[in-house]
């Protein structure tokens, strides 16, 4: 049972390359979102989507673009890296039909920008 | 925007011992969650709570949705070595399903 895979697991790139961070989830899960994880910020939302062809903004979009064509997939590029989007990034997803929407999380990217 | 104020940052504790943290906020929230990241991976939930009083336990974690909806607290009894980690509280906020906004983490080490 795979579940949600992210990849890679490890990224270093430098500023202004473009980079795409894979989410795969086995579910059939409508809602997918992207989280980044930061030292005294916690989990901060990027993007989200609550079915395929749907996506909208969360609290830090900017700098960031998701698309979802297939359900099970949930890609997010950093169209020109920059040195403040060094993180770890987070997949999660949900099947929407419970009020308190419990989140599968991924394992995570740790994406480096130097 | 809004935010999740979480306390304590951090805990060092003995095998055996109690703890406790919390999680307030300047808003209202529907839903209060808690999770726990071990680590290397994601966060895994451990408690939900869907109404204010309520209070729910998991083995050795109880949780509580506050009366005025905008704090929670989880309490682990008789820690063990396995209960390292961070732990997040989230609430949903926005009417909107699924999205929720995090604390910032608290993270226990426990002492054999």
């Known amino acids: 049972d795979a579940g949600i895979t992210q990849s890679p697991r490890y990224k270093i790139t430098e500023t202004g390359r473009q980079v795409t961070l894979m989410c795969h989830q086995t579910w059939s899960h409508s809602y997918m979102f992207w989280y980044r994880q930061d030292l005294g910020h916690g989990l901060r939302l990027i993007y989200y989507?609550?079915?395929?062809?749907?996506?909208d903004k969360g609290e830090v979009p900017d700098g960031y673009v998701v698309s979802r064509s297939k359900t099970e997939n949930f890609p997010l590029t950093l169209e020109s890296a920059t040195r403040s989007q060094t993180s770890v990034y987070f997949c999660a997803s949900s099947d929407g039909r419970t009020t308190n929407e419990k989140l599968f999380f991924g394992s995570g990217t740790q994406l480096s920008v130097l | 925007g809004q935010q999740l104020n979480q306390s304590p940052q951090s805990m060092f504790i003995q095998e055996g011992e109690d703890v406790s943290m919390n999680c307030t906020s300047s808003s209202i929230f529907n839903t209060w969650l808690w999770y726990k990241q071990e680590p290397g991976e994601g966060p895994v939930l451990l408690i939900a709570l869907y109404k204010a009083g309520e209070l729910t336990s998991n083995g050795r974690l109880t949780a509580q949705f506050g009366i005025t909806r905008k704090d929670s607290f989880l309490n682990i009894s008789a820690s063990i070595p396995s209960d390292v980690g961070i732990y997040f509280c989230?609430?949903?906020?926005?009417?909107?399903?699924?999205?929720?906004?995090f604390g910032t983490g608290t993270l226990l080490a426990v002492q054999p």
């Open positions: 989230a609430g949903e906020y926005g009417g909107a399903t699924n999205k929720l906004i």
């Open positions: 989507s609550a079915a395929a062809d749907i996506t």
